[in-house]
């Protein structure tokens, strides 16, 4: 331990009064106790800013954490009645002057009883009971934890009710649409302000609380939420800068090692550089085997099916891809490369320099980009060799398109669903296509959504999806789809996707066929925030029957068809061709 600051100037004068040495030594011996005592002085310093800069973040946790419950369930605030922005920002820098926990708790009493009798007008205020089909995602047990809040202030929020009256929502922070996913629009707008702790601060607490009561996936986050507000306290406050604020809510956000996560502002485009550049290859690429990889050839560009990216301009793809790791909430690392791989391969010049592997040698090209995404021109439907009928979902835009399809492969004996695509017009798809599959209504999948009168607290629901003949009233063109089916997933199968995948695969005679899912699904929700950038987020949960979830884990398929390398290079697609080898074997 560092000596006190009083004991090393004694022992300064004692050599000074002593003078039994020489002038050399005894400048030599004073010149080395000055040294030693700066270092323990500057020592002792860093120590105390240390235990001040921990004492503080502690002190705006409590803050984030009280504030965050009252706004979701005083009536000041859900009625419309006060400004829960404009409180926390007079809050702050009283807090972060407060000089104990106490001192805090008084602060945080002192405004809760500000804000009026806690009176919804109306009842039905009272405990929570939860019922088997319910997930508490939000530990709340803290706001009875006297030691942490003191009996003052523990006894302040016990006032408040932990299963809210049904109210009117229309000025409240949050409100649900009629399937129960959570509307953040209500949340007041700021001027940008980065070199204001205050306002950083508000960014941070805006965002977490809205996570910790609205995230369906709590529970898988990659480290507690607490400790990831502990962690980004600090960073928010050291920074002064647009980058440095939306760096810390991405660090923070992006622990919920969810893709759905992102950071975009109105106009569309993306936070920082996460935006893809100007011009991108003009072949599609995918990971294949752990490597990005051409699947098609493009008129006019020197690319081929089957080639490998080794660099761009220079720079190898594993240096690319390390750099844009930081713009990307993946749900498992391996992903990596198939959900950077547009900001790896995009560059802000249309002339890319390219090193590639084929057959095994290292060749360099130069290839023109372009400025729009590669896209293929798919049909809604195929008809296959065997009497094999096979669905584009991306291609199916509206009710009537899909209903088309459904009547031109109703006399075929298999049929291939290709989810390793985003549907054209998901609630078209979602809305009829599970009128034909599965062949009997039965259910197929469990969603939860937020319990709007327990912040914090999800309601799990079976959903029934499958023909049934009542449903001839209204359509008569539907019929009971009773062939074999066959779905395509891989890595690029998403959110949609991925509903389709669980709810088809429920159908008789169904196999998933391919590579395991992204695993990210659920509605998908936008939480504006301080400075204009908005945090987009899933806001509903997805189950299998079993109860088991496939977020972070993906859809794994029944039948294991992975890309690779040389079949890209053969021109052939793999995991069709194990679709089709399955639907052969059902006839």
Sequence with gaps: M??????CVMKVGNKWKRRLCSAFLAAAAFCFCLTGCTGQTASLAAQQSEVSTAQQTEHLVLLCRVW???????????????????????LIPQVQAAGSTSEVSDLLLTWFTGLGEIDYGRRGAGAFVPFDNQVVESDTSW?????????????????????????????????????????????????????????????????????????????LAGQPWDDCLSEAIPAMLDGRDQDSYESALRTMAFQLCDPHVHFRYPNGTYSNTA???????????????????????????????????????????????????????????ELLLEQAKYLITSTDTPEMELVILRDG???????????????????????????????????????????????????????????????????????????????TRRPCIITSAPEPDVPGVYTKTTLLYGY???????????????????????????????????ILS?????????EPTVGTDGNVVLLPLPGGVQMGFTSLGCY????????????????????????????????LEAALQYLASQQ
Excluded at 2 to 7: Q, V
Excluded at 167 to 175: E, T
Aim: proline share 9%; hydrophobic share 35%; with cysteine.
């Design 544 to 575: 299998e029957l079993d109860g088991s979830q496939s977020q972070q884990v993906g859809i794994t398929p029944d039948i294991k068809a992975p890309y690779t390398v040389q079949g890209i290079k053969e021109g052939r697609d793999e995991p």
């Design 361 to 439: 040698a290292e060749l360099t090209l130069t290839v023109q980009g372009t400025t729009h995404f590669p896209q293929e021109d798919l049909p809604p439907y195929e008809l296959l060799e065997g009497n094999i009928g096979l669905i584009n979902p991306a291609a199916i835009a509206d009710p009537d398109t899909l209903h088309q399809v459904m009547a031109a492969v109703r006399d075929t004996d298999g049929l291939v669903v290709d989810l390793r695509q985003y549907p054209g017009d998901p609630a078209s798809f979602f809305g009829i296509l599970y009128y034909y599959l599965p062949a």
């Design 2 to 7: 560092p000596r006190p600051k009083e004991e």
């Design 68 to 90: 965050g419950y009252v706004k979701y369930r005083h009536p000041a605030y859900l009625l419309g009645q006060r400004d829960w922005d404009a409180d926390l920002l007079e």
């Design 275 to 333: 935006e893809i550049s100007s011009y991108l290859l003009p072949t599609p690429i995918r990971a294949v085997e752990g490597k990005l990889t051409v699947t098609a050839a493009v008129e006019g560009c020197p690319l081929a099916p089957g080639d490998v990216l080794l660099s761009i301009n220079g720079r190898t793809i594993e240096e690319l891809a390390a750099e844009k790791r930081q713009y990307l909430s993946l749900s498992r690392e």
């Design 468 to 502: 049934s003949p009542s449903y001839q009233v209204y359509l008569p063109q539907l019929y009971p789809y009773e062939q074999p089916v066959a779905i395509l997933i891989d890595q690029q199968s998403i959110s949609a996707s991925e509903f389709a995948a669980t």
């Design 506 to 514: 429920n159908s008789d005679d169904a196999v998933l066929v391919g």
């Design 143 to 219: 706001t009875k934890d006297t030691a942490y809040l003191g009996e003052e202030l523990a006894a302040a929020l016990a006032l408040l009710p932990e299963k809210l009256p049904s109210l009117d929502r229309s000025a409240a922070p949050v409100y649900f649409d009629e399937i129960g996913t959570p509307n953040f629009s209500h949340e007041p707008e700021h001027t940008a302000a980065y070199n204001d702790p205050s306002f950083r601060l508000l960014g941070l607490f805006r965002l977490w609380n809205a996570i910790e009561y609205y995230y369906p996936y709590l529970h």
